[in-house]
């Protein structure tokens, strides 16, 4: 067994020096340059941050921009110059876009995540010394105070009211006291109180300890091997637009064989049905789609931004509306993560207040400051009795003045209880806090009132709370303060201390479950810690619905599978076991978002559909994740769904908007070749509606704010194509009825004139008007355009107007005249052409009607 796994907490600590040759001197020079050879230097391997190629090449991943590569490519192959560079342009201007995007977000976790150096004070030789902490091995001796991060993993053997704060890597939102003594094999990593790991802060106290394990063999190191090993999938997006991909290649490419095969058997030349299946592949692939996606994604990311979440990846603001559970630590997220005063259980509640200000250690750096802008120093709890005392009217300098203090004996592991000795006009007061069970057991009571306030303190326990016993003594300042003063001392009563709920919480968490999404609690708090948050965010806190650590380790994958969906609350947890509930939610088809912020865990947030971390977080957090909140809020979380659920809704709408126009196109050409008629439109006019008269409205369509029925929406399953049954239909159904209307309207006007140029003048600008009047009818799937103000999008108004003009420059000005093939028409044909667009936009109204009146629409 490799020494970094052996049980060192469960042996003696002088058999721990003894194994590695040390001794409480530490280790001399020579035998640490040797330990350095062999066990290599402390420090965490740092993946490289993706250079701005790797970012630039990335944006080439989508199907969508193979398939434009393609075109382009068969374009060039037949000297269609025009077409070619058309289509180059839109794969050029979704990679500038999506490049910087991401650039952007990833210099701005940069600026969030600088990684900070920091020296150790050890022990070699009998000479304390400070040196960097990369450069600590195996059986040095390292000295811990308060203020110090631990500078790897160690086994303690002195130690003086130490504290640890251990939540970046267990989770654990209280500072832990720690002790000398061995404990239990197999005690989990959170109750070895006798370790300290590398990572966390030293927020008390001082200790002495002998280091067991470095670098990437510390539990840190594990963690952060977890995280190498935890690949990432594709989103559900990035999933659904690869069959979106795949389903279009194969359609463009079967009806362009088609056509071809049809041509021949015609007797028509082959490089002439050459180049109508090329202008078939033109008509069905919607050129403008990458683009439009790309500013959706952007415009999201943008608008997440604005409350409070930084979304490093484009991709990621639309996974974030796919969420059906979110998983997320208590701590800093739902409650606002600091130790704060929540109950004073005592008759006398100003007295015992002003003890516990009296009796601590807390400083606060800047009294003259206003409250609200104190920065304290010192141990959370005492910090929090300090405030709590404030809060309640205490006057902090007054107490400090009229009670000065004279004497201390502080807190320690042994006694569990601390006493300070104050001057004040009616002799000396000592003021003491301590454990319950201690202050009780010396407090002057009857064995009836002592075994009621144990009751009480047993019931404050119960609700999660950290309780504190209060009492005081009076007697003469000639007396020397010892332990024995604190026998038959005046109990005053209890202190209850918590991180409580942020204010918006518990509706927070309402809102979550009322968009169908599931919460879920994991934390490495104690399970009644974490039962109490529960209870007060209104959540299920049964014993099936609270899972511990120890009995999720008992577990097999596919038993946890199964239970995963009753377990609401999992306490005690390590990184492994956070990883496995993320997996076991996953392999029941649901989409994972995970908000932690510590590093134990960052595995669970790379393996998560969605990773967030919270801006106070660790680096390594940070690094993992997909989106970042500024604000440590859990309610920006649900923010970020809702963006994440307005940009897939949009981008739906655009899918909508550009198919149904590439659809008619297809079947308009399709149709007259089969009727033997010559192309109503010709590839170049087909590019330009695609490129330009439908980029515009398309691009408009991104800015759409969204409706407040989203949230209300059940999270989409994620085998949903993005091409659902409603919008087949409106794309095909409804795209028919206009084809048979063009073709129709062609045929008439080829037989009564055999003018080819003013028949496909007509058809191109009866297309281009017929794309600007339908944008306003995909504006909204839920309601039908006489139910809002189909003119509320300002931006959409400006590109149909944009549009519109550019079909009038297109017919009248000379070098887009020779440029598109099109002829000048009159007032007759442009009156015509409208109406038959508005006939077109009430059949699509209709259609909609009648799925709105099924409630079937989920857009």
């Known amino acids: 067994m490799p020494e970094d796994k052996k049980e060192f907490f469960a042996i003696p600590k002088e058999q721990v020096i003894e194994h590695f040759n040390s001794s409480k001197d530490g280790l001399s020079t020579e035998e640490v340059k040797k330990r350095l050879e062999q066990y290599g230097k402390n420090k965490l391997p740092q993946e490289k941050r993706a250079s701005w190629l790797i970012i630039l090449l990335s944006q080439f991943k989508s199907p969508l921009v193979y398939i434009l590569v393609v075109a382009a490519i068969i374009s060039l192959a037949v000297k269609e110059w025009v077409d070619a560079g058309v289509i180059l342009a839109s794969v050029i201007i979704n990679t500038i876009v999506g490049f910087l995007q991401e650039l952007k977000a990833d210099n701005a976790v940069e600026q969030l995540s600088k990684l900070v150096h920091f020296e150790a004070i050890v022990k070699r030789k009998g000479v304390k010394q400070e040196v960097p902490a990369e450069e600590l091995v195996p059986g040095d001796i390292i000295l811990l105070e308060a203020g110090d991060k631990v500078p790897a993993d160690a086994r303690l053997f002195e130690c003086n009211s130490l504290e640890i704060n251990e939540a970046p890597l267990t989770g654990e939102s209280m500072p832990i006291k720690k002790q000398v003594d061995k404990v239990d094999p197999g005690t989990p990593m959170a109750d070895r109180k006798n370790m300290v790991h590398m990572g966390t802060n030293v927020t008390r106290g001082k200790g002495r300890a002998i280091i067991i394990s470095t670098g990437i063999h510390t539990n840190l190191g594990e963690i952060a091997s977890m995280v190498k090993e935890v690949k990432e999938d594709k989103t559900p997006l990035q999933v659904k637009l690869g069959k979106f991909s795949t389903w279009l290649a194969v359609i463009v490419a079967g009806l362009s064989i088609l056509i071809f095969v049809i041509g021949l058997i015609q007797g028509k030349g082959l490089f002439e049905m050459f180049l109508m299946a090329v202008a078939i592949a033109v008509a069905a692939i919607p050129e403008g789609l990458i683009i439009s996606m790309t500013v959706v994604l952007t415009i999201g990311m943008q608008k997440v931004v604005k409350q409070n979440a930084l979304i490093k990846k484009l991709i990621a603001a639309e996974t974030l509306g796919s969420v059906s559970v979110i998983c997320s630590d208590k701590t800093g997220t739902l409650t606002v993560g600091r130790m704060e005063v929540a109950v004073v259980n005592a008759k006398n509640k100003e007295a015992a207040l002003k003890l516990g200000m009296l009796c601590n250690n807390a400083v606060i750096q800047n009294p003259n400051d206003e409250l609200a802008k104190w920065k304290m120093l010192g141990d959370p709890t005492e910090t929090a009795l300090v405030l709590g005392a404030v809060h309640a009217g205490i006057n902090q300098k007054q107490c400090y003045s009229e009670c000065p203090r004279i004497g201390e004996i502080p807190f320690d592991e042994d006694r569990k209880y601390m006493i300070t000795q104050h001057e004040t006009k009616r002799g000396c007061l000592l003021a003491i806090k301590g454990a319950p069970e201690k202050v009780l057991g010396f407090a002057k009571l009857s064995d009836e009132d002592r075994e009621k306030y144990r009751k009480q303190f047993e019931e404050m326990t119960s609700h999660g709370l950290r309780v504190l016993a209060i009492a005081q003594k009076r ?385």
Request: proline share 4%; glycine share 8%.
């Open 475 to 859: 007697l003469s300042c000639k007396i020397k303060l010892t332990d024995k003063a604190i026998e038959d001392c005046e109990f005053v009563g209890f202190i209850g201390l918590k991180d409580p709920l942020r204010e918006e919480a518990k509706s927070t968490l309402e809102m979550t479950i009322k968009a169908g999404i599931k919460p879920v609690i994991i934390t490495g708090d104690h399970k009644l810690t974490a039962q109490a948050i529960g209870r007060e965010l209104g959540m299920p806190v049964a014993d099936e619905n609270i899972m511990e650590g120890k009995v999720l380790e008992e577990l097999t994958d596919e038993e946890l599978k199964e239970k995963v969906v009753d377990v609401d609350i999992y306490a005690r947890v390590t990184p492994r076991h956070k990883l496995r509930i993320i997996d076991a939610w996953q392999a029941r088809g649901e989409v994972v978002a995970m908000a932690g912020d510590g590093v134990n865990d960052a595995p669970a947030i790379k393996s998560a559909d969605v990773g967030i971390a919270l801006g106070s977080g660790t680096d390594v957090a940070k690094e993992t994740a997909d989106v970042i909140l500024l604000d440590d809020n859990f309610k920006t979380i649900n923010s970020a769904v809702e963006g994440g659920r307005i940009i897939y809704a949009n981008i739906k709408k655009i899918i909508l908007f550009l198919m149904s126009g590439s659809f008619t196109e297809v079947i308009v050409v399709i149709g007259a070749l089969l009727l033997g008629l010559p192309l109503p439109v010709v590839a170049v006019q087909i590019l330009w509606i695609n490129l330009v008269e439908d980029s515009f409205p398309n691009l408009a369509l991104a800015f759409e704010k969204g409706e407040p029925e989203v949230m209300q929406d059940k999270p989409r399953p994620k085998k949903e194509p993005i091409l659902d049954k409603e919008m087949k239909i409106m794309i095909f159904g409804v795209g028919i009825f206009r084809d048979i209307i063009l073709l129709a309207l062609f045929y008439v006007l080829w037989k009564w004139t055999n003018d080819l140029p003013y028949c496909q003048t007509i058809i191109f600008v009866a297309l281009g008007i017929d794309t600007a009047f339908i944008a306003f009818s995909f504006r909204t799937m839920r309601h039908t355009i006489w139910q809002r103000n189909p003119f509320s999008n300002w931006w959409l108004n400006g590109a149909v107007l944009i549009g519109i003009g550019l079909i009038v420059a297109a017919v009248y000005m000379p070098f887009l005249q020779v440029a598109l093939k099109t002829v000048p028409l009159g007032p007759v044909e442009w009156a015509g052409l409208i109406l038959l667009a508005l006939m077109e936009l009430v059949a699509m109204e209709i259609v909609k009607y009648i799925f709105i009146v099924r409630h079937k629409v989920k857009i």
